[in-house]
């Protein structure tokens, strides 16, 4: 079983940064892909960015160049580095494990899941 606790979430203006982490523990990641997801009330979880085993990343055209996804296998961390933030990412940001290493934008893809971080951006 693996457990993921996101931190690093607040609130910020636009423009500004902000580094979330996701810590995982029970066994190591690895060999798994990690994905961000966001999610706001009323709609459907969505992808953000996903990282793989071999270090190939995704990410979601809306993030694409401002968000960035790594990892850090020693500490069975993954990181998402938000830069130039806007309202419109406002959400709750979850962590996700998937052990086959797909790395897809697809939810039901990964097994384990975190209990969220809340960002919010002002105007």
């Known amino acids: 079983q693996v457990q993921l606790v996101e931190s690093g979430g607040g609130l910020v203006q636009a423009g500004d940064s902000l580094r979330l982490s996701c810590a995982a523990s029970?066994?190591?990641?690895?060999?798994?892909?990690m994905g961000w997801f966001r999610q706001v009330p009323g709609k459907e979880r969505e992808f953000v960015a996903a990282i793989r085993w071999s270090v190939s990343t995704y990410y979601a055209d809306s993030v694409k160049g401002r968000f960035i996804i790594s990892r850090d296998n020693a500490k069975n961390t993954v990181y998402l580095q938000m830069n130039s933030l806007k309202p419109e990412d406002t959400a709750v940001y979850y962590c996700?494990?998937?052990?086959?290493?797909?790395?897809?934008?697809?939810?039901?893809?990964?097994?384990?899941w975190g209990q969220g971080t809340q960002v919010t951006v002002s105007s």
């Open positions: 996700a494990a998937d052990p086959r290493d797909w790395g897809t934008r697809r939810p039901n893809a990964y097994d384990y």
């Open positions: 029970g066994r190591t990641v690895s060999g798994y892909a």
